[in-house]
């Protein structure tokens, strides 16, 4: 059962968005399965994100989610409060803000699609964005994993990003504050001053970003889109609810043929299934729980292991109560 209630807040603290109990998180996640949220917050917009962070109970887990397409939450549910960005963090802008700002810059919020942010790059003729295209979350999600495709990198372009704490206060972050690596994205202590702050780097999230770009053909820019999309449809299953990549591609190697050499392509366990069409995808026949998603995945891991001595390392996340 999902109840709508209204968060109680101390007078004059108005909140403007909705919370919700014991939310269906299948309903948030493109693998369409697994259980509730224990609280759910759809903010109205970034400030009122911040106010509603500030009446979050210390201690308390908050779990940002965008369009939750490399999320998998148990069948047991999740504990603490679940924040939904998309689309209350939807603003999207040519030009960035502030000291640094320069004309190449788009600035878009952490609830934009990814794909939202490369054709608007496209339609103002900057160049270097069209990646973002092939990745089917959102700002936020790209920027926490470092999330790419075909050459490209969310932090390859990342000028700067703003950040908020459970505070409700606004950082400003660059690359350097930030262990940055294949699909790893990690908030640098820096000699103990995040925890002088009181800010510890797992409570500090991710609001928008400021990416930086170059001039160039508009028309090009959308050529390498549609041909981007084009092998996306080709060689993965977009007809089925997923989360895109499962493992990250181990050195000089891939994720896919290492799980598809140990005969796992097209595997099911209840409604789920190791996609026939791309090794390295899990997908919901129609009917899958969560449990039947993550069994899969540690087939896979447990096998290429096995079979390869290689130890896959997941992109997507697997939260919650089993």
Not at 5 to 12: A, C, D, E, F
Not at 47 to 73: I, K, Q, T, W
Not at 99 to 111: D, K, L, N, R
Not at 294 to 317: C, P, Q
Request: with cysteine.
């Amino acid at each position: 059962m999902v109840a709508m209630v209204k968060q109680t807040r101390k007078p004059g603290d108005a909140l403007r968005g909705e919370l919700r109990l014991h939310e269906p998180m299948a309903r948030h996640t493109s693998w369409r399965a697994g259980g509730t949220a224990e609280r759910a917050y759809s903010p109205a917009d970034l400030a009122d994100l911040r106010e509603f962070l500030r009446g979050v109970p210390a201690g308390e887990p908050v779990h940002m989610v965008g369009l939750g397409s490399n999320l998998l939450v148990r069948d047991g549910g999740l504990r603490g409060t679940v924040i939904f960005t998309h689309p209350a963090l939807g603003a999207m802008r040519l030009g960035g803000a502030g000291a640094g700002a320069s004309e190449g810059e788009i600035y878009a919020e952490t609830g934009v699609a990814s794909p939202r942010v490369a054709r608007f790059a496209a339609l103002h003729g900057l160049a270097g964005a069209e990646f973002l295209a092939g990745i089917p979350g959102t700002v936020g999600g790209a920027l926490a994993m470092n999330a790419g495709c075909f050459g490209g990198e969310a932090w390859d372009i990342v000028a700067r990003a703003e950040t908020v704490d459970r505070s409700g206060a606004l950082h400003t972050r660059t690359p350097a504050d930030y262990e940055i690596a294949y699909r790893h994205v990690m908030l640098k202590e820096e000699g103990g001053r995040k925890k002088a702050e009181g800010i510890h780097p797992s409570e500090e999230w991710f609001v928008a970003a400021y990416f930086r770009l170059r001039a160039g053909d508009a028309e090009e820019s959308r050529r390498k889109i549609k041909e981007l999309l084009r092998r996306r449809i080709a060689t993965q299953p977009l007809n089925q609810p997923n989360a895109g990549s499962v493992f990250r591609n181990p050195q000089r190697d891939y994720a896919a043929r290492l799980i598809e050499a140990c005969g796992l392509k097209g595997r099911t366990i209840g409604g789920a299934q190791i996609s026939g069409k791309h090794a390295n995808f899990v997908v919901n026949l129609g009917s899958a729980r969560a449990a039947d998603i993550e069994a899969l995945i540690e087939l896979a891991e447990n096998a290429v292991r096995e079979k390869f001595g290689i130890a896959l390392e997941r992109e997507v996340r697997i939260v919650g109560e089993t």
